[in-house]
């Protein structure tokens, strides 16, 4: 009787096992992407905006750490804080007042800078209309199974947002830009996230499917800098990125935490301003999407039941090789043009009668 209990016992166990890998697996594979990418743009120039670098560096840092590879990230940085003459710590950006996290790295790969950061680059990336001359690396290279993190920050306004204090981009264009993606197949779903003043503007004209939202403040609400430093004499990150890194930090590749969780991001007690977002376009349960299907990499598996047996000699796989008895065709230089003595002969006479 007590070997029936503990057979029927291991049973149960073996079979609620198996029901938790069903579920965990389920839950994997529901995004139903096979790919990440990564659009992080920073629009704004000038030693004072040194915030808005760091912010676009933190984001960088933290999605590469959980792995989408360079090849996979479209870095815009509208300055370069790192090389500025200000700068007391060349080849640096840090992100807190302490300075042990240097965010800019010994690795970064920028691949539009400066002036290149234009609304009309942007869009360009976006929507796969580069020239053909443009290298992989400036390229977003989606697809319909693909999931797209796109992070902007700068300075805005109701419906904008400013590229180089020079132009801007409207919330039409951005949200029609998505709807071309959309129809091009260039993502499967689309994590949009914006820190600037009245965010929430820039995300209320979209239209397209499979599109989530999020905002560092309302209409009408400014988005305030975080960490001020003395010696350099600028805010080293804004309050919404600085939280928003500061959750992530807590995240791994094998994170079950969803958007809920990234929705409770930076309260109005800690961002002043009140954090904005939108899920309305958004087909799947926010609360079933992973953190890690938009700033991840996706490490697919199969799960299989079945016991494979590694003990077995492998055999080898014998190459046929070419006959060495086979005659080779043999080649010969032809005679070379004799330069020389073309050069060197003398013209004919001229022989008048």
Not at 35 to 57: E, I, P
Not at 163 to 188: C, G, H, P, T
Request: hydrophobic share 35%.
């Amino acid at each position: 009787m007590k070997i029936l209990g503990l057979l029927s016992l291991l049973a149960t166990h073996l079979s609620a096992n198996s029901v938790n890998i069903e579920e965990n697996a389920g839950q994997f594979f529901s995004s139903g992407h096979t790919n990440n990418w990564a659009v992080l743009v920073c629009t704004s120039r000038f030693w004072f905006n040194y915030r808005h670098v760091a912010n676009t560096l933190s984001v960088y840092r933290s999605v590469k750490r959980l792995g989408i590879p360079d090849s996979h990230i479209v870095l815009m940085l509208a300055d370069d804080m790192a090389c500025n003459h200000r700068n007391p710590k060349p080849a640096t950006v840090f992100s807190h007042k302490n300075m042990e996290l240097n965010v800019y790295g010994d690795d970064v790969e920028v691949d539009y800078r400066g002036y290149e950061v234009t609304v009309e680059n942007f869009l360009r990336v976006l929507t796969g209309r580069l020239p053909p001359s443009t290298p992989r690396s400036k390229r977003l290279l989606s697809d319909d199974r693909s999931n797209i993190l796109i992070y902007l920050t700068g300075h805005g306004g109701n419906g904008f947002l400013k590229f180089q204090d020079s132009e801007e981009i409207s919330n039409v264009e951005l949200a029609d830009a998505f709807q071309q993606m959309w129809q091009k197949r260039r993502y499967n779903e689309l994590l949009f996230i914006i820190d600037t003043c009245q965010g929430a503007s820039m995300y209320e004209r979209f239209y397209s499917p499979n599109l989530m939202a999020l905002a560092s403040s309302q209409v009408g609400e400014d988005s305030l800098s975080h960490q001020p430093d003395l010696a350099i004499g600028v805010h080293l990150m804004d309050r919404y990125t600085f939280y928003l890194l500061e959750f992530l930090e807590d995240i791994h590749p094998a994170s079950k935490s969803n958007m809920n969780d990234l929705f409770k991001v930076c309260p109005k007690s800690q961002c002043v301003s009140t954090p904005g977002h939108r899920t309305d376009l958004f087909l799947r349960d926010p609360g079933s999407a992973l953190i890690t299907d938009f700033f991840g990499s996706v490490r697919k598996v199969e799960i299989t039941m079945e016991t494979v047996n590694l003990t077995d000699p492998i055999e080898q796989v014998e190459q046929n090789f070419v006959n060495e008895d086979l005659q080779k065709e043999s080649y010969s230089y032809v005679d070379q043009l004799p330069v020389s003595e073309i050069i060197h002969q003398f013209p004919p006479l001229d022989v008048t009668g």
